[in-house]
């Protein structure tokens, strides 16, 4: 179904979600668990490519491990 409807499909690495995840907590004071970070990810990897246009992301699901979420905050 996505590739049918999907214009193209951006992978992230699991360290780039991450990223996200920070990025999130840190700048928005929003937890995300790492699928409801994945379009952040994905946007933060194309930051050149989106430059200048607009951009909604839907952020979903707080529900991630505290031990998951110490070990991301601790590889800031």
């Known amino acids: 179904m996505i590739s049918r ?3 193209r499909v951006v992978r992230v690495s699991d360290d780039e979600v991450g ?3 920070r990025h999130l907590l840190s700048d928005t004071h929003q937890l995300a ?4 970070a994945a379009p952040l990810a994905a946007l933060l990897k194309e930051r050149e490519r989106m430059r200048g246009k607009k951009v909604a992301l ?10 998951v979420l110490g ?6």
Not at 33 to 36: D, K, S
Not at 58 to 67: E, P, T
Not at 71 to 76: M, T, V
């Open 5 to 7: 409807h999907a214009a």
């Open 19 to 21: 990223a996200a995840i």
């Open 33 to 36: 668990e790492g699928a409801g």
């Open 58 to 67: 839907i952020l979903s699901g707080a529900n991630i491990d505290r031990a």
């Open 71 to 76: 070990r991301i905050l601790l590889d800031a």
